[in-house]
Structure formats: structure tokens, C-alpha cells
């Protein structure tokens, strides 16, 4: 009997806040209070912003067993269950007529969550290890030790003839980053949908790694140079910092040094020197140009954060699709060439870059699963 009641209660809510059916003189007056509290864009604003911000592991260890003994009556449940909904995927659309204008107030919040600390480690002689944040793991290989905690995946090895011909690769998933420190101390920041091959141990001529995808390298100094291999030419360094976008079918290469000195040596044997604050492209006819530029457009990724200016909007769903793990859709190809500028957290509900687009733009997108479909209005 509880159930029906809470049943029709949660049904007469539901219909209330979509305008559907209006409270009654009789209505019962917390009913009537969460129907107002629901129906109001920056209430509902607020608590998802909240949302966003919740950590619900550490809530869940602080309240879990003092929430078991609470008795929580019929109306606030109604309500949990309605935000839970929200904070769920429910895309809640409502359209009200006022003096002959339109009002549209969209609620948006869908099972799309950006990307994560999680990786796929493949071992030279075929071990495959799943990585994330809680991974803690320690291996030990022909003289080499691999060790796997928060700070990443960091290689350690105390016999300097160890092998180097032993190669290992890491890859990072769409919707994943990953940190790794190879056995000579650089450090390696890797972007969702990228795969590192490298060597265990480095004791040769030359420290050689190949990427595919986007990586920032933080390069330990030595004498022996640090080559990092791609499909349209090799960097050569010594010791720097430096920034390497290298997705397979992407318009162009673009490598961004942030400090110290890099060699880039493409394809058709032309040598480029870069210095700080130069960015050196190379399309897919093997065009290349070199420019000043803020490398912090290109870096940003690695502190959390997205930054664009002036950029087109394929090239903008393109970082979106590998981090969120969506896939991008068309209806009208004029939309890609449009530009935008803007800087927001990596970690933002997917719905805040969709607000951003469309209340700045003509741009209409509608999401659909795990597709957004991107038109113009």
C-alpha cells in the first residue's frame, strides 16, 4: 500500500514539473513546494553544479551507516529520486509560452563522463596489464622494475646491461591519460586514444621511443640524444620539454616546444630547429610551417584543462570525441568550419561544452547514446 502511494505521488510530480497536469486547491502543500523547488532552471542549476563537485566516495564512507538508521519520509524520497534521475542521463525539456515569446530551459546531464587515469600496458614478451589510479603493482623483468601506483607507470633499474632491445608499449584508451617514467627519468604524459613504444632500458647510442597520439615529454638530460619517432618525421633532443599531436588521420602533425631545444627531421630529410615558443606543423601533403605561438593552447590538456582559440569545430570535437569516448556527427558540413575560443575543465559534465556551443553560436547538438549530432539552426 506504501508503494502505490509513493507510486502515484512520484507519477503526480512528474506531470507537474512537466506541465502536464496542475496542482489542485487540495494538493498537499509539500507536494506542491517540490513541484515549485523542481520547476525552477536555477535551483535545478545549482544542484547540478553541486553534482559535479560531489565526491560521492568520500561521502558515501562518511554517511553510509549513519544513513541506514534514518527513517526518510515519502516526499523526500520523491525528490532524491527525481534529482538522482536528473544526475542520471534524463534529458528533461520544457517549453512555456509567455506574451507571445518562447521560453526554453533545457536540463541536460547525460551518462557522458570525461576521461580518466586508465591504460593498457603491453609487456614485451605479451603480458597484458590493465592500469588505472588504484593500480598498485610492482614486476620485475630481465633486470628492469616496473612499478605502478598513483604517480603512474615508472621503470627502475639497477643493472645498466640490461637488454634494450626489450620493448614495451603503452596504450591509452579513448576516454583515458596515463603518466609513465621510462627507466632514464623522462617523464611522459599521455592523452586518450595515444600508444607510447619504448625500451625498458636505455643503454645504446640513442634513447628511442615512437608515439602515436599526443604526448607531452618532459626529457631527462644526457649525451645520449632522446628521439621520439613519428609517421611524419623525428624529433631529436637532448633535454627539453615539448608537446608532440600525432593522431592517425588527423589534418596535420603539430609538434609545440615549450623550453630547451628540439631538432625535427621530417620525412623528405629537411631539418627544423626549433626554439621556445615555436610550433612546427606538418599537414598530410607534408606542408610545414613554423610559428610563434602560446604553448599553453597546446599543453593545456595536461593540466586538466581545454583551451581553444580561434579553433574550428571539427578540430575541437575531434579532442572531445577521444576524451569523452563519443562520436561526432554532421548534419550540415558548414558547421565544422566554424571557430570558437573558450577554456573549461577537462573534467566539466560534457553538457557545459554543449551549452557553451549553442549559446554562443547557431549551433543545435543533439546527443543520441554515446553520438552527438551537430547542426545548425
Known amino acids: 500500500m506504501k508503494w502505490n502511494t509513493f507510486s502515484d505521488k512520484s507519477e503526480r510530480l512528474f506531470r507537474q514539473i512537466l506541465g502536464k497536469e496542475r496542482g489542485s486547491s487540495h494538493e498537499d502543500a509539500r507536494l506542491e513546494y517540490l513541484v515549485r523547488k523542481l520547476s525552477d532552471k536555477r535551483y535545478l542549476r545549482k544542484k547540478i553544479e553541486a553534482q559535479e563537485r560531489f565526491d560521492y566516495l568520500k561521502a558515501y564512507h562518511k554517511n553510509i551507516a549513519p544513513a541506514k538508521a534514518m527513517r526518510r519520509g515519502p516526499y523526500l524520497k520523491i525528490a532524491a529520486a527525481i534529482l538522482l534521475l536528473i544526475g542520471s542521463g534524463i534529458f528533461l525539456y520544457t517549453r512555456q509560452q509567455d506574451n507571445n515569446e518562447e521560453y526554453y530551459n533545457e536540463i541536460f546531464l547525460s551518462n557522458i563522463h570525461p576521461g580518466k587515469q586508465q591504460a593498457l600496458l603491453i609487456t614485451h614478451d605479451g603480458q597484458r596489464i590493465e592500469l588505472n589510479r588504484n593500480t598498485r603493482q610492482t614486476i620485475k623483468q630481465n633486470g628492469t622494475r616496473m612499478q605502478i601506483d598513483t604517480a603512474g607507470l615508472q621503470y627502475h633499474t639497477n643493472d645498466t646491461t640490461a637488454p634494450s ?199 543545435k547538438i543533439e546527443i543520441q547514446g554515446r553520438k552527438l549530432i551537430v547542426g545548425i539552426q
Open 165 to 363: 632491445s626489450f620493448r614495451d608499449t603503452l596504450v591509452i584508451p579513448r576516454g583515458g591519460e596515463f603518466t609513465l617514467t621510462l627507466q632514464d627519468g623522462t617523464k611522459v604524459w599521455l592523452n586518450s586514444d595515444s600508444r607510447l613504444t619504448y625500451p625498458t632500458n636505455f643503454n645504446g647510442t640513442t634513447r628511442e621511443v615512437s608515439i602515436s597520439g599526443e604526448a607531452y615529454f618532459s626529457v631527462a638530460r644526457s649525451d645520449i640524444p632522446f628521439i621520439v619517432k613519428t609517421d611524419k618525421g623525428d624529433i631529436t633532443v637532448l633535454g627539453t620539454e615539448f608537446n608532440v599531436n600525432n593522431y592517425p588521420g588527423n589534418r596535420e602533425t603539430v609538434t609545440t616546444l615549450v623550453n630547451g631545444k628540439i631538432a625535427y627531421l621530417s620525412p623528405d630529410g629537411e631539418k627544423f630547429v626549433l626554439t621556445p615558443n615555436q610550433q612546427i606543423t606538418i599537414n598530410q601533403d607534408g606542408q610545414k610551417e613554423i610559428k610563434n605561438v602560446d604553448t599553453r593552447y597546446a599543453t593545456s590538456w595536461k593540466n586538466g584543462m581545454f583551451l581553444f582559440q580561434e579553433m574550428r569545430l571539427e578540430d575541437i570535437m575531434n579532442q572531445l570525441e577521444r576524451w569523452y569516448d563519443v562520436q561526432v556527427c554532421y548534419t550540415e558540413e558548414k558547421a565544422k568550419d566554424l571557430h570558437f575560443s573558450g577554456d573549461l575543465s577537462r573534467f566539466k559534465n560534457i553538457g557545459t561544452f554543449i551549452e557553451m556551443f549553442e549559446k554562443s553560436s547557431d549551433i
